[in-house]
């Protein structure tokens, strides 16, 4: 079945017709999505408190709880859950009330893109007691062992951060200091790259935070 | 205009992006997500779910306002809508685990520039009833996610030894990490689309037979 | 080299993370016009200016995004960015240089489609680089487009004269070459140190 006249042009429309459209469209459109924002905010941010409590309770062993902590000019802040995006370091409480250490973050340039991890830092024993990789993009199998490599997770259960020396990643086997990590051989960029986030990091935060803790809360 | 609306909702309807017309393979469409996103198989189905939301909820937005849409603003109505889904797909994941949302990075983003949504807003959508539109809308993009799916799942497999995050190599399997990098991505689909073709060829084969 | 240095940011986009065939934006064009060197080079030369005006766009707008909180309608307005700038650099290459804009032909509007550049737009914010970072980004992106578009061109042009089987014809051949090209980037990675 075939059609004997050729269809008719629709006449061209008013350009009111085209904004008109256009607008409603967007208009639409963006109420859609201040909904949608609305409605997916909470979850997101539960989801966000989750990954960094779980994150915060790695890197300190025994912690059960969470406190928020934020270090500036002024001393060492205390910090609710609500305003949790101004912290810059946590502290990890364990089942006893104790406190087990803080955790501070970390970052460095590692083979394909920055490398953020969360460190465990015991401010009795100056010591760093816990490392996990926040977010890497390291090659898979080789870069990417900092993660799964259980040697090398080895070398955070007691990292000398006394500052006496500079944290520094060593190659593979050599590491004969306690302020030393032993690098993984083939992934050497990535292994380095999580010594100059830990060395920048305590040179950064351990001198301000032993002060504010010296001056008292 | 000859309104296809008039006619009925097959299995065609629905098959077309399967096989024949499958965007990844036949169409070549939406080859960017397809090579990023399926260095684990997991991000391959969660990239294919998503485009495939995106794909149902824009082509029945698309049609529902098919008469209403002057047509020199066509295209730019069709982005505006397909962008809007995108973002909701894209809070969506986001809101229900963060760590998809990380593995998918920006991708999920970009399905708002997959040829796939627009090509499909314009060629068919426009030209079809809502139910037609959300019934080739779920075909096409259940044929992308298999697509996907077939990179994914190789990739996974050979590259880091697991599917879906379950090690399913033997102990000893030494995994080969090309499959998970770049040229990888390039080499399976390269791979796939030659089983494509020859399959394909042995079909047309038997039917002239 | 210092990572946060422009001309780190411009040679990771350039070489070692290239745009095309590391990071995987921009595949359609890159598969379907590099037939010939100087039509890939014209390409190339577009799209890297189009990347310029966006980036710089995409910056701007960020800024107004962010200050009222209206992070959600991100996506939206880069992409009506990028409509607008790929129109006004059609406009131009018309004006100026009517034989470039019948070579490019259909490819020229395809550029808003290019997932290249809304990714240059997405990664740049995503990285919060600052208005020099982009511009150096986004230059380093048209470079590295560009590039692998002459490669691929180049080895197509020698391809047509060799012996290829009907299996891998086409498309197949061509991600083959894409994926050998990709491999050789990989060298670049540990430049600038």
């Known amino acids: 079945m075939t059609d004997s006249t050729p269809p008719a042009v629709p006449a061209p429309a008013s350009g009111v017709r085209l904004i008109v459209t256009l607008g409603g469209i967007a208009v639409f459109s963006g109420i859609l999505l201040a909904m949608t924002y609305e409605f997916t905010k909470p979850y997101i941010a539960r989801n966000e408190s989750e990954a960094l409590e779980a994150a915060v309770f790695d890197v300190l062993p025994g912690a059960v709880s969470r406190v928020n902590y934020r270090l ?8 609710d859950d609500d305003n949790v995006d101004q912290a810059n370091l946590y502290a990890g409480i364990d089942g006893e009330g104790e406190r087990v250490g803080f955790a501070l973050p970390g970052e460095a340039r590692g083979y394909a893109d920055v490398i953020r991890v969360l460190y465990g830092y015991d401010h009795e024993t100056r010591q760093i007691i816990g490392l996990k990789v926040l977010s890497s993009n390291e090659t898979p199998g080789l870069g990417d062992r900092i993660i ?15 500052l006496t020396h500079d944290i520094v990643t060593v190659k593979s086997g050599e590491k004969e200091n306690p302020w030393e990590i032993d690098g993984i051989s083939g992934a050497t960029v990535s292994s380095v790259a999580i010594g100059k986030a830990l060395r920048e990091s305590t040179r950064t935060w351990l ?11 | 205009m000859n309104d296809k609306a008039v006619e009925p909702v097959t299995w065609e309807t629905f098959a077309q992006g399967l096989w024949k017309e499958n965007p990844v393979f036949v169409m070549m469409l939406g080859l960017c997500p397809a090579l990023a996103v399926t260095n684990t198989a997991m991000n391959a189905l969660a990239m294919g779910l998503a485009t495939t939301f995106v794909l149902i909820c824009s082509g029945f937005l698309v049609s529902l306002l098919r008469k209403v849409i002057p047509k020199q603003v066509r295209i730019a109505s069709y982005i505006i809508i397909i962008a809007t889904f995108v973002t909701m797909a894209d809070y969506g994941i986001k809101a229900i685990s963060l760590d998809l949302y990380q593995a998918l990075g920006a991708f999920i983003q970009l399905i708002v520039v997959n040829c796939i949504i627009l090509g499909r807003a314009e060629a068919y959508a426009s030209k079809n009833t809502p139910l037609k539109a959300i019934v080739n809308g779920t075909g096409m993009g259940v044929g992308f996610t ?29 995994p080969w990490s090309i499959f998970v990098l770049p040229p990888g991505g ?12 020859y399959v394909r060829k042995r079909k047309t084969l038997a039917e002239a037979a | 080299m210092d990572p946060s240095s422009p001309l780190f940011i411009f040679l990771n986009a350039f070489l070692i993370n290239n745009f095309v065939l590391a990071m995987f934006l921009g595949l359609c064009p890159f598969l379907g016009v590099s037939g010939k060197i100087k039509t890939a080079g014209n390409m190339g030369i577009a799209v890297t200016f189009v990347m310029l005006v966006s980036s710089i766009c995409a910056y701007g707008l960020n800024v107004v995004l962010s200050r009222y909180d209206l992070e959600f309608l991100r996506l939206i307005s880069y992409i009506a960015v990028i409509a607008s700038a790929v129109q006004l650099v ?13 070579a490019l032909g259909i490819f020229l509007p395809l550029i808003t489609t290019n997932c290249a550049i809304l990714g240059l737009a997405l990664f740049q914010t995503a990285r ?12 380093g992106a048209g470079a590295g487009f560009t590039l692998a578009l002459l490669l691929m061109a180049g080895l197509r042009e020698k391809l047509e004269l060799a012996e290829v089987p009907d299996l891998a014809r086409d498309a197949a051949m061509s991600l083959m070459i894409a994926g050998l090209l990709s491999l050789a980037f990989m060298g670049f990675a540990g430049l600038g140190g």
């Open chain 1, 72 to 79: 500036d000019e002024q001393g060492l802040q205390q910090l």
């Open chain 1, 148 to 162: 799964r490599d259980e040697d090398f997770q080895e070398n955070f259960k007691s990292l000398d951060a006394s």
């Open chain 1, 207 to 217: 001198p301000k935070l032993s002060q504010a803790l010296e001056e008292g809360p």
């Open chain 2, 146 to 174: 298999l697509a996907l799916l077939c990179l994914g799942v190789v990739r996974e497999v050979l590259g880091s030894g697991s599917l879906f995050g379950v090690m399913i190599m033997p102990e000893r399997f030494q």
């Open chain 2, 186 to 197: 390039f080499f399976v689909l390269a791979a796939w689309l030659m089983v494509f073709s």
């Open chain 3, 90 to 102: 059609e406009m131009a290459i018309k004006r100026f240089s009517p034989a470039l804009f019948r």
């Open chain 3, 128 to 139: 919060e680089y600052n208005f020099v970072q982009s511009l150096a980004f986004a230059l």
